[in-house]
């Protein structure tokens, strides 16, 4: 039988027990049971008091009763077991204690983890719609001195007014894209498509760049740089880098309101050690441990999704390494994160390189360059028009079918190419294209698609780059002075 099974007399001293029972207390199979007293030797009873509670309350229930009991054996952890127990009268009147116990311990298991498994589905479905409620109040936030703004700016002839409107819409706009792109890289980690770039990384110039961007932002609070004399050069992702330490200095700066905030970077024997410390109002000790968990929020108040720190944990583990935190409240914080050193060979003048743009760009014979912009949203194409000024002829297809036309009748210089477009979409039409001429020009695209595979589907089918919309002023006529 699989189930443990002895017999005692009232007083406890045993009378029967099976080999299961004997093997889980530790009873030899040839050592005589009646030398032992139940609570003596049976995990079920801690005493002689604990025997007598048993009795009392088999007594009270009509001498038969079920209960559970968790047996404590080091062999076998702990065995959970649904006991039965009852009182027989035998031959010669004398009462009898049976008790029988079956194993029951996989389906406590089963069952301990089906209620940590709804706990957590519990606890994701209150996050998510934690994160959902703070998703709304951060989307409309910027939207609404975006388009409160913008009204505004069109009722007015004030040239300073309109300058300062337009630096509000501007950092809601880059708020508003750091919020998507925050989502996108959510989606990218948990779909396993978060793609990475190799290259050799200046590690001086990449932390010198970001200490430039955001010495502009920092307003009251000092910024300060620590680089050490020697720059080295390593072999990792830039944007990823760039991504991480800017998450990390925009929390620095959403938290301190005064004081310092200090980045840099340190050699060790293996890795290379990057840190972001300032002076802020620090984080609660319970809540260090959860502030790289999604959606989680030290601040309630603060603005930002709660993925940012969960996303850079993310993507310094792909990279190899890892993240941790100090902090202290009332005195500040210090994230500090470790990548691999892995050395890349550079040459001795490692320069910066800045992109040139010509005040008149001439295509053939001459003439002024012509690009033809697929678009079938007329305000976008509008934009792009308002963007690129007059330094180009520009030809306007709004499918997929007018862009082949058009390119075999003006034979354009470049393509700007819409992807998602009626009638015959923007990889249809560049296929189209290459079908029909190996010579075809340079081919831009320029697309609200933002994940990394469709970026790398657009260059495989012949696109020579790839813009993501809302586009950028400097970054699209940076392309396209590339390519002209």
Known sequence: TNDSIFATRIDGKLLFANRLCRLMNHIPEDADITNYKAYEVLGNFKDE???????????????????????????????NTECSAFIIRDDYGEDIIWNLERDISDHVRYEQKLKEAKEKAEESDRLKSAFLSNMSHEIRTPLNAIVGFSAIMAETDDREKRMKFHN??????????????????????????LVFNFSEVSMNDLFREIFSTYQVYAGSVKLILELPEKDICIRSDKNRLTQVLSNLIENALKFTPKGFITIGYRLLPEWVELYVK????????DKLEKVFERFEKVDNFAQGTGLGLPICK??????????????????GSQFTCRIPLLLAEVEENFSDIRTHISSLPRGKKGRKATILVAEDIEDNFELIQAMIGNDYHLLHARNGNQVVSLFESNHPDLILMDIKMPEMNGLEAIRAIRRKSPFYPPIIAVS?????????????????????????????????????
């Open 49 to 79: 008091q604990h025997w007598n509670l048993f009795l009392e309350a088999l007594r009270a229930n009509d001498n038969s009763m079920s209960f559970i009991c968790n047996h404590p054996y080091p062999e076998f952890n702990v065995i």
């Open 168 to 193: 509000i819409i501007e950092s809601n706009n880059k708020r508003l894209l750091l919020l998507i792109n925050e989502v996108l890289d959510l989606s990218r980690i948990e779909s396993g498509a």
């Open 278 to 285: 300032d002076t802020g109002i620090g984080i609660p000790e």
């Open 314 to 331: 993310t993507i310094l583990e792909r990279l190899g390494g890892d993240i941790a935190v100090t902090s202290k409240l009332g005195e």
């Open 448 to 484: 609200a698609y933002a994940f990394d595979q469709d970026r790398k589907e657009l260059l495989d089918n012949g696109c020579k780059d790839c813009l993501s919309k809302p586009l950028d002023k400097e970054l699209l006529l940076a392309t396209i002075s590339k390519y002209l």
